[in-house]
């Protein structure tokens, strides 16, 4: 079984910075792909960033130039630095892992930490 924490949520002003960490706990060898997805009240999940093991990205258009997903498979962490924030960025933040490259369905929630941007 995996278990995903994150951390790295708070409350910044529009155009301010963020980092989200997330690591994974349990077996290493059951992930490969790990990303982030966002939930702001009343809409669905919706994903903002993963990567694969090996390194292929993927960005929701929205992000695109302003955050940067990373990990460190040795630590199985993964990280979004999250630029030039903006108050439409504010939701709850859940990191997700999967044993396949993609997080079309993942098999691992993290609990989620909010992000709050003030205009």
């Known amino acids: 079984q995996v278990q995903l924490v994150e951390s790295g949520g708070g409350l910044v002003q529009a155009g301010g910075s963020l980092r989200l960490s997330c690591a994974a706990s349990?077996?290493?060898?059951?992930?490969?792909?790990m990303g982030w997805f966002r939930q702001a009240p009343g809409k669905q999940r919706d994903v903002v960033a993963t990567?694969?093991?090996?390194?292929?990205?993927h960005y929701t258009d929205s992000v695109k130039g302003r955050f940067t997903i990373s990990r460190d498979n040795a630590k199985n962490t993964v990280y979004l630095q999250m630029n030039s924030l903006k108050p439409e960025d504010t939701a709850v933040y859940y990191c997700?892992?999967?044993?396949?490259?993609?997080?079309?369905?993942?098999?691992?929630w993290g609990q989620g930490t909010q992000v709050t941007v003030s205009s």
């Open positions: 997700a892992a999967d044993p396949r490259p993609n997080l079309f369905t993942p098999d691992y």
């Open positions: 349990g077996s290493r060898f059951s992930i490969n792909a």
């Open positions: 990567m694969t093991r090996g390194g292929s990205t």
